[in-house]
Protein backbone atom coordinates (compact mmCIF):
# COMPACT_ATOMS: atom_id res chain seq x y z
CA UNK A 1 0.00 0.00 0.00
CA UNK A 2 1.20 3.28 -0.94
CA UNK A 3 2.09 5.81 1.91
CA UNK A 4 3.22 8.92 2.64
CA UNK A 5 5.45 9.96 6.15
CA UNK A 6 6.38 13.29 7.20
CA UNK A 7 8.78 12.45 10.21
CA UNK A 8 9.17 16.26 10.94
CA UNK A 9 5.34 17.20 12.74
CA UNK A 10 6.83 21.33 13.29
CA UNK A 11 10.07 22.79 12.04
CA UNK A 12 10.98 26.67 12.61
CA UNK A 13 13.54 28.90 10.20
CA UNK A 14 14.77 32.15 10.77
CA UNK A 15 14.03 34.72 7.77
CA UNK A 16 16.72 34.38 4.77
CA UNK A 17 17.76 31.02 5.98
CA UNK A 18 17.55 27.96 4.22
CA UNK A 19 15.34 25.15 5.23
CA UNK A 20 14.74 21.76 3.98
CA UNK A 21 11.60 19.35 4.81
CA UNK A 22 11.53 15.60 5.12
CA UNK A 23 9.34 12.90 3.22
CA UNK A 24 9.27 9.83 2.49
CA UNK A 25 7.18 6.95 0.40
CA UNK A 26 6.10 3.77 0.22
CA UNK A 27 5.45 2.19 -3.46
CA UNK A 28 6.24 -0.66 -5.61
CA UNK A 29 5.17 1.23 -8.60
CA UNK A 30 8.00 3.19 -11.06
CA UNK A 31 6.69 5.62 -12.81
CA UNK A 32 4.28 8.40 -10.52
CA UNK A 33 4.35 12.01 -9.29
CA UNK A 34 4.96 13.43 -5.92
CA UNK A 35 4.04 16.80 -5.15
CA UNK A 36 4.60 19.80 -2.36
CA UNK A 37 1.67 21.24 -1.21
CA UNK A 38 1.62 24.38 1.27
CA UNK A 39 -1.41 25.35 3.12
CA UNK A 40 -1.31 28.68 5.05
CA UNK A 41 -3.67 30.29 7.48
CA UNK A 42 -5.82 31.04 4.79
CA UNK A 43 -6.43 26.84 4.33
CA UNK A 44 -6.32 27.53 0.61
CA UNK A 45 -4.03 24.34 -0.49
CA UNK A 46 -1.74 25.89 -2.89
CA UNK A 47 0.55 23.82 -5.18
CA UNK A 48 4.02 24.56 -4.36
CA UNK A 49 6.23 21.56 -7.05
CA UNK A 50 5.90 18.82 -8.72
CA UNK A 51 8.39 15.86 -9.55
CA UNK A 52 7.63 13.16 -11.96
CA UNK A 53 9.21 9.91 -11.15
CA UNK A 54 11.02 8.95 -14.23
CA UNK A 55 12.90 12.62 -14.55
CA UNK A 56 16.24 11.94 -12.87
CA UNK A 57 16.57 16.10 -12.27
CA UNK A 58 15.24 17.63 -9.45
CA UNK A 59 12.48 20.44 -10.09
CA UNK A 60 12.44 23.88 -9.26
CA UNK A 61 10.70 26.20 -8.72
CA UNK A 62 12.28 29.69 -8.21
CA UNK A 63 13.12 29.33 -3.81
CA UNK A 64 11.53 26.06 -3.83
CA UNK A 65 13.49 22.82 -4.84
CA UNK A 66 12.96 19.19 -4.38
CA UNK A 67 15.92 16.52 -3.47
CA UNK A 68 14.36 13.48 -5.26
CA UNK A 69 16.61 10.23 -4.54
CA UNK A 70 13.88 7.37 -6.09
CA UNK A 71 15.99 4.50 -4.59
CA UNK A 72 15.41 5.89 -1.37
CA UNK A 73 12.10 6.88 -1.96
CA UNK A 74 13.05 10.53 -0.54
CA UNK A 75 11.50 13.58 -1.84
CA UNK A 76 12.54 16.48 0.35
CA UNK A 77 11.33 20.04 -0.17
CA UNK A 78 14.50 22.99 0.03
CA UNK A 79 13.20 26.63 0.80
CA UNK A 80 16.03 28.88 0.29
CA UNK A 81 16.06 32.83 1.27
CA UNK A 82 12.71 31.75 3.86
CA UNK A 83 10.11 34.81 3.90
CA UNK A 84 7.29 35.34 6.58
CA UNK A 85 5.12 34.43 4.05
CA UNK A 86 6.45 30.71 3.80
CA UNK A 87 5.16 30.32 6.93
CA UNK A 88 1.92 27.66 6.74
CA UNK A 89 1.72 23.63 6.58
CA UNK A 90 3.68 22.11 4.13
CA UNK A 91 1.93 18.54 2.93
CA UNK A 92 3.78 15.91 0.26
CA UNK A 93 2.00 13.58 -1.92
CA UNK A 94 1.70 11.29 -4.18
CA UNK A 95 0.23 10.06 -7.08
CA UNK A 96 -0.51 7.04 -8.77
CA UNK A 97 -4.27 6.94 -9.36
CA UNK A 98 -5.57 8.81 -6.58
CA UNK A 99 -2.95 10.98 -4.28
CA UNK A 100 -1.79 9.97 -0.82
CA UNK A 101 -1.06 12.90 1.58
CA UNK A 102 1.50 13.21 4.45
CA UNK A 103 0.33 14.15 7.94
CA UNK A 104 1.98 17.66 7.08
CA UNK A 105 5.16 20.03 8.76
CA UNK A 106 4.46 23.30 10.53
CA UNK A 107 6.96 25.52 9.20
CA UNK A 108 7.96 29.16 11.09
CA UNK A 109 9.42 31.98 10.02
CA UNK A 110 11.21 33.72 12.55
CA UNK A 111 12.02 37.71 11.56
CA UNK B 1 -7.03 32.91 -14.10
CA UNK B 2 -8.63 29.22 -14.17
CA UNK B 3 -9.02 27.96 -10.38
CA UNK B 4 -11.34 25.81 -8.61
CA UNK B 5 -14.64 26.88 -7.15
CA UNK B 6 -16.61 25.58 -4.59
CA UNK B 7 -19.78 26.90 -2.84
CA UNK B 8 -20.95 27.55 -0.33
CA UNK B 9 -17.70 28.67 1.63
CA UNK B 10 -19.29 28.09 5.02
CA UNK B 11 -21.79 26.21 6.34
CA UNK B 12 -23.73 25.99 9.69
CA UNK B 13 -26.39 23.64 9.80
CA UNK B 14 -28.47 21.19 12.55
CA UNK B 15 -27.78 18.03 12.68
CA UNK B 16 -30.22 15.68 10.74
CA UNK B 17 -30.01 18.39 7.93
CA UNK B 18 -29.14 17.90 4.68
CA UNK B 19 -26.15 19.94 3.32
CA UNK B 20 -25.42 19.94 -0.33
CA UNK B 21 -22.13 21.02 -1.73
CA UNK B 22 -20.78 21.79 -4.89
CA UNK B 23 -17.89 22.15 -6.98
CA UNK B 24 -16.71 23.64 -10.16
CA UNK B 25 -13.59 22.24 -11.67
CA UNK B 26 -11.04 24.20 -14.23
CA UNK B 27 -12.05 23.93 -17.75
CA UNK B 28 -10.20 20.91 -19.05
CA UNK B 29 -9.25 19.15 -15.86
CA UNK B 30 -10.57 15.59 -16.04
CA UNK B 31 -10.40 14.52 -12.36
CA UNK B 32 -12.22 15.74 -9.84
CA UNK B 33 -11.30 14.59 -5.51
CA UNK B 34 -13.04 15.09 -3.08
CA UNK B 35 -11.27 15.52 0.48
CA UNK B 36 -12.37 16.19 4.18
CA UNK B 37 -9.99 17.87 6.46
CA UNK B 38 -10.01 17.73 10.26
CA UNK B 39 -7.50 18.48 12.91
CA UNK B 40 -7.64 14.53 14.37
CA UNK B 41 -7.53 13.25 11.09
CA UNK B 42 -5.60 15.36 8.60
CA UNK B 43 -6.90 15.32 4.99
CA UNK B 44 -8.81 12.36 3.77
CA UNK B 45 -9.92 11.22 0.55
CA UNK B 46 -13.57 10.88 0.24
CA UNK B 47 -14.37 9.91 -3.55
CA UNK B 48 -12.47 10.99 -6.92
CA UNK B 49 -13.74 10.85 -10.61
CA UNK B 50 -11.97 10.29 -14.02
CA UNK B 51 -14.33 11.61 -17.04
CA UNK B 52 -17.24 12.12 -14.57
CA UNK B 53 -17.12 8.16 -13.64
CA UNK B 54 -16.48 7.40 -9.83
CA UNK B 55 -13.78 5.46 -9.59
CA UNK B 56 -12.97 5.58 -5.70
CA UNK B 57 -15.37 6.32 -2.95
CA UNK B 58 -13.76 3.83 -0.31
CA UNK B 59 -13.12 6.65 2.32
CA UNK B 60 -16.99 7.95 2.16
CA UNK B 61 -19.59 6.97 4.45
CA UNK B 62 -22.08 5.29 2.05
CA UNK B 63 -24.98 5.41 4.72
CA UNK B 64 -25.09 9.19 4.64
CA UNK B 65 -22.64 10.56 2.02
CA UNK B 66 -22.66 10.52 -1.90
CA UNK B 67 -20.66 11.98 -4.66
CA UNK B 68 -21.94 12.77 -8.06
CA UNK B 69 -20.75 14.74 -11.48
CA UNK B 70 -23.70 15.25 -13.43
CA UNK B 71 -21.65 17.46 -15.71
CA UNK B 72 -18.54 18.11 -16.37
CA UNK B 73 -18.59 21.22 -15.18
CA UNK B 74 -20.54 20.45 -11.62
CA UNK B 75 -19.49 18.18 -8.85
CA UNK B 76 -21.89 17.57 -5.59
CA UNK B 77 -21.03 16.12 -2.63
CA UNK B 78 -24.47 15.83 0.00
CA UNK B 79 -24.43 14.60 3.43
CA UNK B 80 -27.89 12.83 4.69
CA UNK B 81 -28.55 13.12 7.34
CA UNK B 82 -25.79 15.31 8.88
CA UNK B 83 -23.94 14.63 11.90
CA UNK B 84 -21.81 17.20 14.29
CA UNK B 85 -18.97 14.60 13.45
CA UNK B 86 -19.33 15.67 10.13
CA UNK B 87 -17.63 19.12 10.64
CA UNK B 88 -14.45 20.02 9.14
CA UNK B 89 -12.77 21.71 5.84
CA UNK B 90 -14.47 19.91 2.61
CA UNK B 91 -12.06 20.38 -0.52
CA UNK B 92 -12.35 20.07 -3.84
CA UNK B 93 -10.03 19.44 -6.78
CA UNK B 94 -9.43 19.03 -9.77
CA UNK B 95 -6.60 17.74 -12.11
CA UNK B 96 -5.50 16.37 -15.48
CA UNK B 97 -3.89 13.05 -15.85
CA UNK B 98 -2.32 10.49 -18.19
CA UNK B 99 -3.40 6.97 -17.85
CA UNK B 100 -3.39 6.46 -14.12
CA UNK B 101 -1.49 9.46 -13.22
CA UNK B 102 -2.51 12.94 -12.51
CA UNK B 103 0.30 15.97 -13.11
CA UNK B 104 -1.63 18.13 -11.27
CA UNK B 105 -4.29 18.78 -9.01
CA UNK B 106 -5.64 22.26 -8.13
CA UNK B 107 -7.58 22.65 -4.97
CA UNK B 108 -10.73 25.32 -4.14
CA UNK B 109 -10.96 27.40 -1.50
CA UNK B 110 -13.15 24.69 0.91
CA UNK B 111 -16.48 24.41 2.37
CA UNK B 112 -15.89 24.98 6.04
CA UNK B 113 -19.29 22.78 7.45
CA UNK B 114 -19.95 22.72 11.19
CA UNK B 115 -23.20 21.10 12.26
CA UNK B 116 -24.54 21.71 15.64
Known amino acids: AQTVTQSQPEMSVQEAETVTLSCTYDTSESDYYLFWYKQPPSRQMILVIR??????QNATENRFSVNFQKAAKSFSLKISDSQLGDAAMYFC????????FGSGTKLNVKP | DARVTQTPRHKVTEMGQEVTMRCQPILGHNTVFWYRQTMMQGLELLAY????????DSGMPKDRFSAEMPDATLATLKIQPSEPRDSAVYFCASGADRGRRSYEQYFGPGTRLTVT
Open chain 1, 93 to 100: AYNFNKFY
Open chain 1, 51 to 56: QEAYKQ
Open chain 2, 49 to 56: FRNRAPLD
